[in-house]
């Protein structure tokens, strides 16, 4: 038989992801629900649009890796205990390949396109049903088109900055020809011009509405108008030049006078913990909730055991971890530098409030050992953490900086935004003359003051590698472990099953060919 069903997401699951529920839950067989017997109810394209939520969920540990892993955060370091292994003892498993830049089409550092073709096929189905029904209300039917086209730019836009050359596809598929799977990457340039269409026919059907829904959780205008920003952004350096910033610009402005009530947070701290979501500064959030779902990414590889974090002590007045209060029940397989951790002033909240530092005891004198990422920390449940946090994709304070660098590329001063994210990370040691822009050393060059500033804000959020190859090839090879020699490694190898299951693919250059 040559055709064979895709199977539509299930309503039921989809209605059940962003809830509570904690069952196992008991999906029908495919044969049950088809195209056919689906969209019929105005509550199935609800389901439909809440599953589209929870599985680009799913992908967040892909955007963190993509994001972050290749930089300069991440890594083990010669003249500490355990190298090249962690400070606590454990091995790094392979994970060592991402900031080494080992990465080959069997060790690919993130396989199958980091699984966003998954969604994409159910965006693009999306967006068909929704453009020939008239079971869905006109108000809902624009705003979901406007998620649908601003998710689907979003994963395109992951693709090809980490992949170049990547496949489009953008037809609703409804079955599977065995025949015929193989398809070509389509040009970078090509997959471009798709993202910018997809974000204006966003905008177009989210017209003047701003409401961001669920709490923060869903895809929304401001949403998009980021994406928007970023994109510009990004080829504005590729020679889109100053018409380019001045658009990436006129996205963020939108959002400050159209959106009601986005404001940076007073603390820091504040912006990230379970108790505080979708708060001020929040603009595009995946929801984790406890007993639903967690950022299982994170005990996989960013904290330590518990039974080996006992052995060290919190810089905090030397206190010694204990079982209770540090129970962190992860397997440290990607530490942070501890470089990274020193670039950091020590009046600067964020250092404290995204890095926990870890020492050894030597007689009276307390040496550092090494450092992790405790910026999503998550709650304590019966005894146990559980990491809950929100995984944040959008907040102000990438707005405002996303600001000071279109000013940087038009010749205008970014000391407003950038002073707004100082003074917030400073609090009450905030002195402008020293730590406001241009006042420290590294303001004498912008693009440098904004990367340190960008660096320090949002550890952990999956920004860093992406901030690195948007302003251009040397700030790569000046901060990550990429030689100019290679720079071919700047983008990710695509892996041998991704080859396999599609012949017409082709290796990027300079990896070893399939």
């Known amino acids: 038989m040559k055709k ?24 029908s067989p495919i044969s049950s629900i088809s195209d056919a017997n689906f969209w019929k109810t105005p509550d199935q394209f609800d389901a439909f649009v809440a599953g589209l939520h929870a599985r680009f969920r799913g992908h967040n540990s892909a955007f963190q890796i993509l994001g972050e892993m290749r ?21 790094t498993q392979g994970v060592e390949r991402l900031w080494l830049q080992t990465l080959d089409l069997d060790n690919p550092g993130v396989s199958n396109f980091g699984g966003f073709y998954s969604n994409i096929v159910q965006l693009n189905l999306l967006i068909d049903k929704l453009n020939t029904t008239d079971i869905v209300t006109p108000a809902n039917k624009s705003y979901y088109l406007g998620i649908a086209y601003g998710m689907r730019a979003f994963y395109y836009f992951q693709l090809t900055r980490s992949w170049g050359d990547v496949v489009i596809q953008t037809d609703p598929i409804y079955a599977v020809d065995i025949s015929n799977l193989a398809k070509a990457a389509s040009p970078a340039a090509d997959v471009m011009a798709l993202i910018k269409s997809d974000i204006e026919n966003s905008i177009t059907n989210f017209g003047s509405v701003y409401t961001i829904r669920n709490n923060k959780s869903y ?97 905090a007045g030397a206190r010694q971890f204990t079982s209770g209060t540090d129970n962190w029940g992860g397997l440290l397989r990607a530490p942070v530098k501890v470089s990274t951790f020193r670039k950091f002033n020590d009046l600067d909240t964020r250092k ?35 990491y809950t946090n929100d995984f944040i994709v959008y907040r102000y304070a990438d707005l405002l900086l996303m600001i000071a660098e279109a000013k940087i590329i038009l010749g205008q001063s970014p000391a407003t935004e950038i002073n707004l994210v100082r ?44 901030d690195l190859r948007r302003l251009g090839d040397s700030y790569v090879f000046a901060n990550t472990t990429v ?29 070893p060919s399939f």
């Open 352 to 386: 404290w409030a995204s890095i926990q530092p870890a020492y050894s005891k030597v007689g009276s004198n307390y040496i550092m050992a090494g450092c992790f990422v405790k910026k999503e920390a998550g709650e304590q449940s019966a005894g146990s953490r559980s």
């Open 71 to 91: 930089s300069d955060i991440f890594g083990t370091e010669p003249g500490f205990p355990n190298y090249p292994g962690t400070f606590t003892g454990e091995a």
């Open 219 to 315: 895809w929304s205008k401001a949403a998009t108008l980021m994406l928007k920003a970023e994109v510009f952004l990004w080829t504005s350096y590729r020679g889109g030049g100053n018409t380019d910033a001045t658009t990436a610009l006129t996205a963020l402005t939108d959002i400050q006078t159209n959106v009601a009530g986005l404001a940076l947070q007073a603390s820091f701290a504040n912006v990230f913990p379970t108790t505080n979501r979708g708060n001020s500064e929040v603009i595009f959030a995946s929801r984790y909730q406890l007993n639903e779902a967690t950022e299982s990414f994170i005990p996989a590889s960013f904290t330590p055991q518990t039974s080996l974090i006992v052995n060290f002590h919190d810089s």
């Open 483 to 511: 030689l100019s020699s290679q720079a071919y490694k700047l983008l990710w190898p695509i892996d041998r099953s991704a080859l396999t299951n599609n012949r017409k693919l082709v290796q990027n250059p300079g990896y």
């Open 423 to 466: 003074a917030r990370a400073y609090g009450a040691a905030y002195n402008a003359a020293v730590q406001g822009y241009p006042n420290q050393a590294i303001d004498a060059d912008p693009k440098a003051a904004l990367l340190q500033e960008r660096l320090f804000e949002f550890v952990f959020e999956g920004k860093r590698w992406h």
């Open 4 to 27: 064979v069903f895709i199977n539509i997401l299930l309503a039921g699951w989809m209605a059940l992801a962003l809830s509570s529920c904690t069952k196992q839950l008991d999906l």
